[in-house]
């Protein structure tokens, strides 16, 4: 019988319609191609079955007894997710290996390539960037970039939150909410400000795009959107922010201008980090069920493992919270300003 050669990458830019510096961006992860490109050369690479590296699938013969649960960074948010993956595999024989891939573009799969096969059997990846379905072990995604496409998913429902949490605001009379976004390039973050803008627009209230900023999930980034949106002529009544450390900053900023809150501003988080019980006031936000996903994700990959037939992709609900850091909207809204520097005659 003749033996088929193995695909090469120039096979699969040729039938991609792609270069080969292209299909070499796609394997190794690297910036500077869409989505739509991703997805149509990994369509290839799977339908080839193309293998850059053979090196891992040859040491696929022994099992190691470990999972890896793979974070791009140990924050809040994560650690919550690991709580609720190691309390799953709890008497399923295996160990458990916690890995933090340093937050950088295709972290994730350099993460996988040097681990897979060789130190776990399966993993379980948390918010990556750029995934795939032929990994040498199987994977499951938490909260993945483009939404469930490629992998077994576990996610939750971001648009009901941005709408409920935009909801509870106009309730108390809010119309000016500003809205500090997350990451552009992450799908449920696009979601929580769909939500948000569906609230607004069944309200008939117009979206004030000034007020819509992207924070990005970075609490310094937070910081300056934040006194950006506090110091306006005519500044928001309300912030809904993307995540609690994005609306932990804004509360933060508010305090340094001498605004109240909720008296003067109201703010809502999403997640229900434990940090947002701890803060003055205490936080309202959307709570997503994070340890509940992160269990959900590991007992998905434990059936994977084991070849239970089961859906691969778990949508779970989200809940609004309701605490101290919001109230009706002010009667008279002044602008913030900067303290004025003291002078000396």
């Given amino acids: 019988m003749e033996t088929r050669p193995r695909p090469k990458m120039s096979d699969v830019a040729r039938i991609a319609g792609v270069s080969v510096a292209t299909v070499s961006k796609v394997v190794n992860g690297r910036y500077g191609v869409s989505k739509e490109t991703f997805e149509t050369v990994q369509r290839v690479i799977d339908e080839l079955g193309?293998?850059?590296?053979?090196?891992?699938?040859?040491?696929?013969?022994?099992?190691?007894?470990?999972?890896?649960?793979?974070?791009?960074s140990f924050e809040p948010f994560a650690a919550e997710l690991l709580k609720g993956a190691a309390s799953a595999a709890g008497g399923s024989g295996f160990e458990l290996l916690a890995h933090a891939g340093n937050d950088t573009h295709g972290w994730e799969r350099r993460s996988l390539a040097r681990m897979g096969g060789t130190l776990i059997d399966g993993a379980v990846v948390v918010t990556p960037t750029v995934i795939e379905a032929s990994n040498v072990i199987p994977i499951v995604a938490v909260d993945p970039h483009w939404g469930p496409t490629l992998v077994p998913t576990v996610d939750s429902d971001g648009f009901g939150g941005g709408r409920a949490a935009a909801r509870y605001l106009l309730s108390l009379g809010h119309t000016r909410i500003a809205h500090m976004?997350?990451?552009?390039?992450?799908?449920?973050?696009?979601?929580?400000?769909?939500?948000?803008?569906?609230?607004?627009?069944?309200?008939?209230v117009a979206v004030d795009n000034a007020l819509v900023r992207d924070a990005r999930y970075d609490p310094d980034?937070?910081?300056?959107?934040?006194?950006?949106?506090?110091?306006m002529a005519e500044r928001p009544t309300a912030i809904f922010a993307a995540n609690d450390i994005t609306a932990l900053s804004a509360m933060r900023v508010a305090a340094e201008l001498g605004l109240s809150v909720p008296d003067d501003v109201s703010i809502v988080g999403f997640d229900?980090?434990?940090?947002?019980?701890?803060?003055?006031?205490?936080?309202?936000?959307?709570?997503?069920?994070?340890?509940?996903m992160g269990a959900e994700a590991m007992r998905m990959l434990l059936d994977i493992l084991a070849g239970v037939d089961r859906e691969t992709h778990v949508r779970m609900d989200t809940e609004l919270i309701v605490r101290d850091s919001c109230g009706p909207v002010p009667d008279v809204v002044n602008p913030a300003t900067e303290p004025s520097p003291t002078t000396t005659s």
């Avoid at 980034?221 to 110091?231: D, F, K, P, S, Y």
């Fill in 221 to 231: 980034i937070a910081l300056e959107v934040a006194r950006e949106l506090l110091t």
């Fill in 50 to 72: 193309y293998v850059g590296n053979l090196s891992a699938t040859s040491l696929r013969s022994a099992k190691t007894n470990v999972l890896g649960i793979l974070v791009a």
């Fill in 181 to 204: 976004a997350g990451r552009e390039d992450l799908d449920s973050a696009r979601e929580r400000e769909r939500g948000y803008r569906a609230a607004m627009r069944e309200a008939g």
């Fill in 272 to 292: 229900d980090v434990p940090e947002a019980t701890l803060a003055q006031p205490q936080l309202t936000t959307v709570r997503q069920p994070l340890q509940a």
